[in-house]
């Protein structure tokens, strides 16, 4: 059960209650404020949601209450191994396997989410780089179904501090990729340190975990067997973690007209799968070994990963070569 699917069964849950009367009408607007995410440092579970804490109020009705109404409701959900009301009113869940759950996060990598269909977004950007996070944000919100345009005459301004002068000459992608790296409100800088062929610099990074993924998926065909999710062990939890928050990530990108959000996250990804191949001493197995289920399911999360990757790359309007 990824994110978002755990979102959609808790607010099933949360409109069910209201169609049997169990509490108040709850408006749309406050199930589309309603997170799912990993607890923080000291929490419980795998994901915590803070929709009792929202939806309690207009429900008329206290958050542990309405928690535990919600909590009886999920228990028996087969995907869910456990369900906590902890603090003021957080439903914590604990999901009911490890390779079940990464079976889930695998197979919804890279697919194109709804969360945003029916919506309408016309954009005017002002200036050079707005017009780039423009087009960003069209692709991020069609992405999320719903629809996108440019119009230079109308619709929602767009704005964005402009870069410093360049002092390099950088090709079509890596230009973009300052500009959208960058948060809207701050001036890119447009020099040599962009070009550098080493990790620490984050668009090659990015590009090199995607063409690492590739690679070991080519590798692996080679070796005579291919991705096949599972228990990648506990090794997988980082990149687990941040693939499961993708979606959501895409999503406020769009919302909040921030494609830096996706870039920046896009960084943290390439290198959480770098250190997941570090951590299991390579990911494919040595000395003429035979495959393991365990081999399987982690060459399947990488390909994820890369697909993710690439997926992210693309929405940005940048390039994802198989090879760097």
Partial sequence: MTPAELSRTVLGALRHAVREGAVAEVSEGVAERVTVAVPRPGGYGDYACNVALLAAGPARTSPLALAALLRERLRHDPRLAEVRVTGPGFLNFRLAGPASYERDVVAEAGRPGDALAGQRLVLRPDGARAHVLAEALVRLVRAQGGEARLDATGGEPLRAAPPYEATAPLDPDTRRWALLHTAPAERPRLDAGLLVQRVENPLFLVRYAHARARALVRNAADLGYGPEPGDSGPEAAPLL????????????????????????????????????????????????????????????????????????????????????
């Avoid at 390439?270 to 365990?294: E, I, N, V, Y």
């Avoid at 994820?304 to 090879?323: D, E, N, R």
């Fill in 241 to 324: 973690a941040l693939l499961a928050e993708h979606p959501a990530v895409l999503l406020r990108a769009a919302e909040h007209r921030a494609p830096d959000r996706l870039a920046r996250r896009l960084v943290r990804l390439a290198d959480a799968l770098l250190g997941f191949h570090d951590r299991t001493g390579g990911l494919l197995p040595l000395g003429g070994l035979k495959p393991l289920a365990a081999h399987r399911a982690r060459l399947a999360l990488a390909e994820a990963a890369g697909t993710v990757l690439a997926g992210g790359l693309t929405l940005l309007g940048i390039s994802a070569p198989q090879y760097v």
